[in-house]
């Protein structure tokens, strides 16, 4: 019904110009080659926002089912930490059992001081994104909040991530509730970026925030969202290990 009064519409527009002998052709043959090209047009852009939304959807549900890993590998070691603990002293000759004990509680600290970091981060940006789309109008603000907690995992990056659902609900509202929110994430991205990220997950580690980032380019280079997720703790661990070293060095 729309593409006929298009069509319509069209016709009776060039219908001017067909009488000032403007035209190729008549104005009904000319409004439909048009009215073709559109649909053309319109089926390109239609399997393109198709493909799109598609990659979209399983590049998230691949992000999520990587971190869902990570977190229950996290969990099943922290659950075993003692058989752990006791399977590394004893495979440690007597004579350096005391450094390597020393060790543990050096990475042991370090990683327990990233874990509280992080948790700190990410209950800062869902709360401030959950409370500021809920003045905003836009509905579900808890889910979405939860949603930002969970994206923030990733430095630096987790704010554009955890923005994406925030906005297509506000957009579904109106334009002014989405440019609000869009400011919103704006707004938690340089908060993050250069607050949160900077003092509390890189002072916790006790890493150069300039390093961190650095980290988390070159792990999401080396091995994707894995990478980005496992940077921060890794550069925690080296930091420990050259720590562990330099005094031993210094002293031998």
């Not at 399977?87 to 050096?106: C, I, K, M, N, P």
């Not at 001081?113 to 709360?127: E, H, K, T």
């Not at 579904?172 to 929110?181: F, G, K, M, Q």
């Not at 949160?196 to 997950?201: N, Y």
Request: net charge neutral; hydrophobic share 55%; proline share 4%.
């Amino acid at each position: 019904m729309l593409v006929q009064n298009l069509e319509q519409y069209l016709v009776r527009a060039l219908r001017a110009l067909d009488a000032r002998d403007l035209l190729p052709d008549t104005p009904e043959a000319v409004a439909g080659r048009l009215i073709t090209d559109i649909k053309d047009s319109l089926g390109v852009i239609a399997n393109n926002v198709l493909g799109r939304t598609v990659g979209i959807i399983f590049g998230t549900f691949s992000w999520a089912l990587t971190l869902f890993a990570v977190v229950f590998i996290a969990a099943s070691l922290l659950a075993n930490v003692r058989s752990f603990k006791a399977a590394y002293l004893t495979s440690v000759s007597g004579h350096y059992r005391h450094d390597a004990q020393e060790f543990w509680e050096a990475l042991g600290h370090a990683l327990s001081c990233y874990l509280g970091g992080l948790a700190v981060v990410l209950a800062i940006q869902g709360s401030l994104s959950a409370v500021a789309l809920f003045l905003i109008g836009v509905p579900y603000p808890l889910a979405l909040g939860a949603w930002m907690s969970i994206t923030a995992v990733i430095p630096y990056l987790g704010a554009w991530i955890g923005a994406i659902p925030a906005l297509l609900v506000a957009f579904s509202i109106s334009p002014t509730a989405a440019v609000l929110t869009g400011v919103l994430f704006l707004a938690i991205q340089q908060l993050e970026g250069n607050v949160l990220t900077p003092r509390i997950q890189a002072q916790t580690i006790k890493v150069p925030s300039v390093l961190v980032f650095l980290g988390v380019l070159a792990g999401g280079s080396l091995a994707g969202i894995t990478g980005v997720l496992l940077a921060v703790p890794t550069l925690a661990t080296f930091r420990v290990i050259s720590d562990f070293s330099r005094v031993r060095l210094r002293t031998e």
